[in-house]
């Protein structure tokens, strides 16, 4: 519970409002207190019998004021505590999206994406349940209570004494109730996140479900976490449900100890009757702040475990920062540097006893690519390659070895100027549900028309846009088209080179596309990549022969290293690629 406190920085800031709010709730609840003591002398003047119609009137009025101007200061006070909530609701969401957005890969292949989105909705909405009616309530609560309170000891204190003291012994329910309900609830908050994120990779993953008929299967298993997730929160409820019956008890007995002795009190004249109905009247007034007391328990149990989860994210460091010292790249040049660089396999793959691992994913690996020249990368399949060109950008850092960019180790340099410099263009495309346009300058602030003409040309995303029904401006997406996969390659192609990079990369980014369109982008690009530096990770041969150097990676070490001709005269592994394709085209021919 007390990781609660964190939240107070985000409530200082609308201190003012809170304060203000926290004065309407004492005037309120002061106010409210005045009732009582109208109806008992009401009750006093009509039991003696001699009471005039005028002064039942005024009686009357005198109520009718107190409850407006009791509803006044309640409105005010809700607006200003509700309303402080959901400003540190809004507050709270910015900051924790701003922390996902600095949060490095490993973050995200860690967690969940439902499990993600639950803590930016169901819990922030515990928070400020909490923050808003929480806090709200227990104003009204806490200012009514002690009135009330302390007007109950000016009445009658042996009467008083009962109350106060057996009051707080519900007090006890909630504590040993309310702390199952938070476990319960964490688990209910678990489960939500387990469905959420079935729920989204089922839609992401729609196509393969459908293609593996696995329809059945997959609603099997959501029906069973379905029901896991009801079945828990039907605990909850039965713990929640339980919780208000049994309150009820409590102030009812209180409720009939106070009838007994206060009956008896005014049998022997030591009472009015006004005067206990006074009393019961603050009866009924305190038993409100004791259910509230009770609702607040939970409220502050759902919030402490929403809030857990919350700073799990909040504190995390990204693993990847800008360095303190960091070091302006301007004008990049482009010359790629690596020198002695691994990169281990990540703890909890090494762990996995049942397949062991080399520890190291990629092992001394240097090279040197000059400014404006080219590197081809290839290699099998989870040879190392995109791991490799990952470290450029720092998508993450060497556990062994540096990394330089124009002679700089790349740690040290601004992170911001360092990714500026490069353009990487993935394996896997990702297109956003913006318009082609918005996804060709994704990244870039004001791309002219000319310039974007030019990039689309080059990554011959230009020969499909007549296709399209709005060209250019078609919508890619849910709500849109849907791009071939050569088509999206080409997509990021031109996003890549809208950016005009002094370093690009392209991971295996012509993959999806056909031997005749490649050969057209290659040499348009070639046009291009004069005098930037270019790092081409593919499968083809024809790809790669005319970069300046081959880099062949195997087992994480770099096996061969030359020109098209210098690794054929080797006969290693890069001949063995190019027989390969040379006998695939006879046979297709
Ligand atoms: N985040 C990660 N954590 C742990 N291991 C990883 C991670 N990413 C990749 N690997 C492993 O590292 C190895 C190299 O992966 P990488 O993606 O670099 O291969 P690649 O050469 O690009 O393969 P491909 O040609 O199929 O794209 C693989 O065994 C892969 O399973
Ligand atoms: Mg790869």
Redesign the pocket.
């Known amino acids: 519970m007390a990781n609660l406190r964190h939240l107070l920085p985000y409530m200082a800031r609308y201190r003012l409002s809170l304060l203000i709010g926290l004065c309407c709730a004492i005037i309120g609840a002061t106010v409210s207190t005045l009732s009582p003591y109208v109806l008992r002398l009401a009750v006093d003047e009509l039991s003696t019998g001699t009471i005039l119609l005028s002064s039942l009137t005024r009686y009357g009025g005198l109520l009718l004021i107190i409850a407006l101007a009791d509803g006044l200061f309640k409105f005010f006070q809700r607006m200003l505590i509700i309303g402080t909530s959901y400003a540190v609701e809004n507050d709270l969401r910015r900051a924790l999206f701003a922390r996902y957005m600095q949060l490095d890969?490993?973050f995200f292949?860690q967690n969940h994406t439902g499990d993600l989105m639950a803590r930016a909705t169901n819990d922030l909405s515990a928070i400020r349940q909490l923050l808003g009616p929480g806090i709200n309530g227990s104003a009204t609560a806490l200012f009514t209570f002690s009135a009330a309170a302390l007007l109950m000891l000016f009445v009658n204190v042996p009467l008083a004494l009962i109350v106060l003291l057996l009051m707080p012994l519900t007090t006890l329910i909630f504590i040993l109730v309310g702390n199952r309900m938070r476990r319960t609830f964490t688990k209910v908050q678990d489960q939500f996140g387990t469905l959420s994120t079935r729920v989204q990779e089922n839609f992401s993953g729609i196509r393969t479900i459908k293609a593996y008929a696995q329809e059945e299967a997959e609603l099997a298993v959501f029906a069973a976490d379905n029901a896991h997730y009801r079945t828990l929160s039907m605990r909850y409820m039965v713990l929640s449900g339980a919780l208000w019956p049994l309150m009820t008890l409590g102030l009812g007995i209180v409720a009939a100890l106070v009838l007994l002795v206060g009956g008896r009190l005014v049998v022997a004249g030591q009472l009015t009757i006004g005067q206990l109905a006074q009393f019961n009247a603050y009866l009924v007034m305190l038993s409100f702040p004791m259910i509230m007391l009770g609702w607040v328990v939970s409220l502050v149990q759902q919030a402490a475990a929403s809030m857990d989860r919350l700073l799990e994210v909040l504190t995390r460091k990204p693993a990847i920062t800008n360095p303190e010292v960091a070091i302006p790249l301007p004008h990049p040049r482009g010359e790629i540097t690596l020198e002695g660089v691994g990169v281990r396999?990540?703890s909890?793959?090494s762990d996995d006893r049942l397949s062991p691992r080399p520890a190291w994913?990629l092992h001394d690996i240097s090279f040197h690519v000059p400014a404006g020249s080219s590197l081809a990368l290839v290699?099998?399949?989870?040879?190392?390659?995109?791991?490799?060109v990952?470290l450029l950008a720092r998508v993450?850092d060497p556990d062994a070895g540096r990394v330089l960019i124009d002679g700089i180790d790349v740690r040290q340099l601004d992170l911001a100027n360092l990714r500026r410099a490069i353009s990487y263009v993935p394996?896997e495309t990702f297109l956003f549900s913006r318009s082609l346009r918005e996804n060709v300058a994704f990244g870039v602030d004001q791309a002219d028309h000319a310039a974007i003409a030019h990039a689309t040309t080059v990554s011959c995303l230009a020969n499909d846009l007549d296709q399209f029904p709005d060209g250019i401006e078609a919508m890619v997406g849910e709500r849109g088209l849907t791009l071939s996969g050569g088509q999206k390659q080409r997509v990021a192609i031109a996003r890549a080179v809208l950016r005009n990079p002094a370093i690009l990369v392209l991971?295996?980014a012509l993959s999806s596309v056909d031997t005749h369109t490649s050969a057209q982008i290659l040499t348009q690009l070639h046009e291009l990549l004069r005098g930037r530096t270019s790092i081409i990770?593919a499968?083809r041969a024809a790809t790669v022969r005319d970069a300046d150097q081959i880099i062949v990676?195997h087992d994480?070490q770099i096996a061969e290293h030359g020109t098209h001709n210098e690794l054929l005269q080797l006969g290693g592994h890069y001949t063995a690629m190019c027989r390969r394709e040379l006998l695939e085209a006879e046979l297709t021919d």
């Open positions: 890969q490993s292949s396999y990540t909890e793959r994913m290699g099998a399949t989870g040879a190392g390659k995109t791991t490799l990952n993450r394996q991971d295996d990770i499968q990676l994480g």
